[in-house]
């Protein structure tokens, strides 16, 4: 399995950013006649935050979704980090040239190197 970061173009600055979850969602209720204190706090999905960035990258984020779609899928790290996942070594290198053929320097991915304990 292999891991890696997705870097994109802020629409604004022109910067590289990429999206992290700082928090989970919070749901709530709201009733007519009478008051719900229950919230649930949940954490989004890879998919689900990239597509809420819509607008703020200079990149199609439903595009990128599709991309990713064949050949690994997106992932919250940790409930933070969205990172895209693959099989293998030959995947990743696969989506990394389809990014850079549809996308060309607007986005990118950084590889997650492995670590051995010692």
Do not use: N
Request: with cysteine.
């Amino acid at each position: 399995m292999e891991r890696a970061l997705l870097w994109f173009r802020c629409a604004a600055m022109h910067d590289p950013v990429r999206p992290v979850l700082k928090g989970p969602s919070v749901i709530g209720w709201e009733a007519k006649f009478r008051q719900i204190d229950l919230v649930i706090e949940r954490f989004m999905r890879g998919e689900e935050l990239l597509s809420r960035m819509k607008g703020w990258f200079t990149v199609d984020v439903r595009q990128v979704i599709e991309i990713v779609r064949q050949y690994g899928k997106l992932k919250l790290l940790d409930d933070t980090h969205l990172v895209v996942e693959t099989e293998g070594e030959p995947e990743m290198t696969a989506l990394a040239e389809k990014l850079a053929e549809a996308f060309g320097e607007e986005m990118g991915l950084e590889r997650i190197v492995k670590k051995k304990l010692e």
